[in-house]
């Protein structure tokens, strides 16, 4: 099977950096997208970021020039580097990877998510 790893969340001030980090393991065919999407109290889970094989980064406008998604292939790991955090980023952040893996006597494509790890930005 899969599994989704996260870490880096916490507490920081306005203006302030974070690193989040998601490491992929388990029997892995190949990824094809990695990314990371948040979810603040009382609103819906929204994209943050995310990038496919092989294809240039997507972000949402409220991060673009803040954040950057960076993926390591060799390392099956995304990474989150958040800049200039606001209030408004407090959030729990999930890491979500599509990919094939090896099911048994199959290939099988499915999408995962991490465990969620939580960022607080204030004074």
């Known amino acids: 099977q899969v599994e989704l790893l996260e870490s880096g969340g916490g507490l920081v001030q306005p203006g302030g950096s974070l690193r989040l980090s998601c490491a992929a393991s388990?029997?892995?065919?190949?990824?094809?997208?990695m990314g990371w999407y948040r979810q603040a109290p009382g609103k819906e889970r929204e994209l943050v970021a995310r990038?496919?094989?092989?294809?240039?980064?997507t972000y949402a406008d409220s991060v673009k020039g803040r954040f950057t998604i960076r993926r390591d292939n060799a390392k099956n790991t995304i990474y989150l580097h958040m800049d200039s955090l606001k209030p408004e980023d407090t959030a729990d952040y999930y890491c979500?990877?599509?990919?094939?893996?090896?099911?048994?006597?199959?290939?099988?494509?499915?999408?995962?998510w991490g465990q969620g790890t939580q960022v607080t930005v204030s004074p």
């Open positions: 979500n990877v599509v990919l094939t893996y090896y099911g048994g006597t199959k290939l099988v494509s499915d999408e995962f």
């Open positions: 990038v496919p094989s092989g294809n240039t980064a």
């Open positions: 388990g029997s892995i065919f190949r990824i094809h997208t």
